[in-house]
């Protein structure tokens, strides 16, 4: 069986849980949660429980074997509950007679951390973890079992289960909620929770959050209803539901953050911090945004979702809100005179999200795998500029975006190789670029960012040498005399009708 080094033991201490996520040569996916629940001390440190602990023996690979994942207490699991697919990444942990269990937070049902046995007799998924010091450098390394099925098997994503939020900002007063056309005045703080109708499914959260023009508030519903769905306080997810709600065709915006859009001239030649910070913010926004809308607008069309989806892209909805938070405190920190909301934004990602409305393959491609994988190549300049101009700070908040985005795209290449195999569609490369053709204008440019899009699952072959061709097939349908041989070859490119006003 192989086996997968993880990280040296020293990189666990900063948190107890971790979210992993693995990946194979064939691009089957396994998210599974670290649990770390002793108090081991820095393996450096002269406290360190590794003098302890009993004598290394050798493992068939030469490497020492420092210690049994019992006792260094390191456990891996499935992150989905086995009984109806629950997140465990927030299962609370007690001790019963036979061991460690974790108590999954949908329906109380506990699973041995080691055996992943149930009094249900339902079994989870867990992992041999061993502690191993390498020979060539002497550092502890945790090492898991992989998954029986697959090859090659890769650690895509090591992240600790904690979201680190910077306080948003306090809201613009006298605000003004419109949509589109409608425009409502009100100076009343909303609370969190609607005291009328408070949501009770995942779905109804979704909507709610779209319906929300307030960005704080947003981010607040955001982390309220991810942290209800994670700890099991939601009736369901609500996408079977016959009564789901619909959600909205473009997102509210308070009227002070949609009065313009920005024009890329004049965005190539600022050099202004704050403005780029702004900008960032803006695009985060309307992120939060995309991932409820996936959810809601895709999941009652596809009752086959399991909860991993959703699990997903609420956490999507969630790092998003914390780039948001992260950004626009940055922005308050460097320019107290430029809040968010003082300059203008734009709503080009939402043009994205219009034309892809109609598929859920399609807006995975487009959205996910075109939009958030080039911001993947994007990244690293922005840091370089910040780190330029001194502002360290601003680059740690960077760095954090980019690693939580590399995820972003994962989770955008899982799905969408998902999505594919259950239409029996064998080569999800070609049907991507398919997708690309029919729904994105222009060539996807490069440089590419060739390292971290492979982390994510996009090999070359999904992205060099393409091109869309939305704007040539909206032509064709322009010229055609045929509307039916049109229709069959554009039927879902839709013209965008967002229409905001100038300043
Ligand atoms: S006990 Fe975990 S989903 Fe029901």
Redesign the pocket.
């Known amino acids: 069986m192989e086996q997968l080094q993880i990280a040296p033991l020293r990189d666990l201490l900063s948190h107890f849980r971790f979210m992993i996520t693995l990946r194979s040569q064939e691009g089957k996916y396994h998210s599974l949660i670290l649990f770390r629940l002793s108090t081991l001390q820095d393996p450096g440190s002269k406290d360190s429980i590794s003098d302890d602990l009993c004598l290394p023996g050798t493992d068939e690979h030469g490497l020492s074997i420092s210690s049994s994942s019992n006792q260094r207490q390191i456990y891996v699991m499935e992150s989905?509950?086995?009984?109806?697919?629950?997140d465990?990444s927030h299962a609370d942990i007690e001790e019963c007679e036979t061991g460690m269990v974790a108590v999954?937070?949908?329906?109380?049902?506990d699973f041995d951390l080691k055996t992943g046995k149930s009094e249900?007799g339902?079994k989870a998924c867990t992992y041999d973890v061993e502690v191993r010091i390498d020979p060539a450098d002497g550092v502890e390394k945790v090492f898991m079992q992989t998954p029986k099925e697959g090859r090659n098997w890769r650690l895509v994503e090591l992240r600790p289960v904690s979201e680190e939020f910077a306080d948003p900002p306090p809201p613009p007063k006298a605000i003004k909620h419109t949509q589109m056309a409608v425009s409502i005045e009100t100076d009343e703080v909303e609370p969190v929770v609607p005291a009328v109708n408070p949501p009770k499914t995942l779905m109804q959260w979704a909507v709610l959050i779209l319906n929300t023009p307030n960005p704080t508030l947003k981010v607040e519903r955001t982390r309220h209803a991810v942290d209800l769905f994670r700890t099991?306080k939601l009736g369901s997810i609500g996408h079977k539901s016959p009564n789901v709600p619909r959600p909205p065709d473009v997102p509210l915006r308070e009227e002070s953050f949609a009065r313009n859009t920005v024009d890329p001239k004049k965005v190539k030649s600022r050099k202004n911090l704050a403005v780029m910070l702004h900008a960032l913010a803006n695009i985060e926004q309307w992120a939060i945004d995309l991932a409820w809308d996936i959810m809601a607008r895709f999941g009652p069309d596809h009752p086959d979702l399991p909860?991993a989806f959703f699990s997903d892209f609420s956490k999507m909805a969630l790092d998003e809100s914390k780039h948001f938070s992260l950004l626009t405190a940055r922005l308050a920190a460097i320019s107290p005179s430029t809040p968010y909301g003082s300059m203008p934004v734009h709503a080009s990602l939402w043009e994205s999200a219009t034309v892809t409305s109609h598929s859920l393959r399609s807006r995975l491609a487009i959205i996910h795998l075109v939009h958030e994988a080039r911001g993947l190549d994007i990244n690293p300049a922005t840091i370089e500029r910040f780190r330029r101009a001194g502002d360290m700070e601003t680059v740690r908040v960077m760095e954090i975006i980019h690693a939580d985005e590399v995820t972003h795209v994962t989770s955008g290449h899982r799905w969408f190789t998902w999505v594919c195999a259950q239409e029996g569609t064998a080569d999800p490369v070609s049907a991507f670029r398919e997708e690309v053709r029919r729904g994105w204008r222009g060539d996807v440019k490069g440089p590419f960012n060739v390292e971290d899009r492979e982390k994510a699952g996009l090999t070359p072959h999904f992205y060099e040498d393409l091109k869309g061709e939305m704007g040539f097939i909206a032509k064709l349908e322009q010229e055609s005399k045929n509307e039916n041989q049109v229709a069959n070859l554009n039927a879902d490119v839709a013209p965008l009708n967002i229409q905001y006003d100038k300043a």
């Open positions: 989905s509950c086995p009984h109806l697919g629950a465990m999954c937070p949908w329906h109380r049902y249900t339902l099991g909860p």
